[in-house]
């Protein structure tokens, strides 16, 4: 018999998308007329824009083509693709070089631990997107991982500990919250100070508005020498099913020994990674052309639309809401309520799925996180049937 992975023995499964799945199928058995809406989702809703499928349907053509055929692609990805972000999303402030084209920012964050041995500290935020934790738990860092607290009175902004990698993910899943530059500047200070690695997960940069918060780390001063950021076309342009991302590792960041981080990269990324399918890359290139950039700008505005209007709900009803504004997700503090609780009466008299604040981290409980990600007609249709409960 083979010894099962110590490290797969020791994680704990992620409970909260199975519960909630139980929950909702429960319902929908005791009450099978039910039409639930869902605000509880992280994924995009919308279709693809036209210049993304036109971008996509000539790739296709094309490879059915002698001239246009390739095989394999570029682990690191296309050139032009990677010039093109250099120059459309970082404004020349990254070098092309530095960008590695990936199926997705999670599928990064998970190859990513392999730069770091067992016996990395790993701190992240409280509450955080879980994947950060799950993957130091599969990859051997249980009992190294450290959760950052976050309060309200702080804008979530973590109480920063020293530890080898730090994630940090702005604007947040699940608070909703971005970081202004005097708050990311203290974050790439302290890196510098105590040697850490910084992960920055800046997948929801393109909900920002206004200049006031920085869209990439790269943005503050000395960030190339202690950050990488990982990113996404995923909620930018509706890309969840596409399935293109990008990590940007600089070649000035380095190990204690001097060694290069950016070198391991792409060690591991030729190891475990044959690169983005042509149609892929092709619809990311379409959707950095300017009616593409345009596009996915109104795309975003409409999921941000969608928190205004609920913002407004929950402000109204005297919650205090936070984020929404520069991401697609509002933080609803529920008043000393547990997360479950409100979940469960809003499932059993709306037939509303939310996302129970607990579920991101122990600092989430008392919280309830709730999606833009979805249709105009089932957030007016949601605000309607919350307005008929005593919420
Ligand atoms: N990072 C954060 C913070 C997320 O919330 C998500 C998805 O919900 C991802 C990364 C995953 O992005 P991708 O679809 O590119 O894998």
Redesign the pocket.
Known sequence: MVCRNRSFAQHKSDYLFYEIAQKKEHLQKQEPRAKLINLGI?DTTEPLCLPVTAGLVKQAEALGTRGGYRGYPSSFGDKKLRDTIAQKLYQGNVCADDIFISD????D?GRLQHLFGPDTTIAIQDPS?PVYEHTSYLSGKAGRVDRLQMDPENNFFPKLTAADVIYI?SPN?PTGVAYNREQLKQLVDFCKKNGSILIF?A??FSYIRGDDFPRSIYEIEGAQEVAIEIN?F?KVAGF?GIRV?WSVVPQTLCFDDGSSVQADWKKIVTTFFNGVSHLSQAAAMAALSDEGLQCAKEQCDYYLNNCRLLRDFFLERKFRVFGGVHAPYLWIDLDGKKSWEIFDYLLQKAHIITTPGVGFGAAGEGYLRISGFCSRLDVTSAIQRMSATSL
Do not use: E, H, P
């Open positions: 992280g997705g920012a999670k599928c964050v997107y993910c899943n997960d997948a929801y996404s995923s969840t991302g």
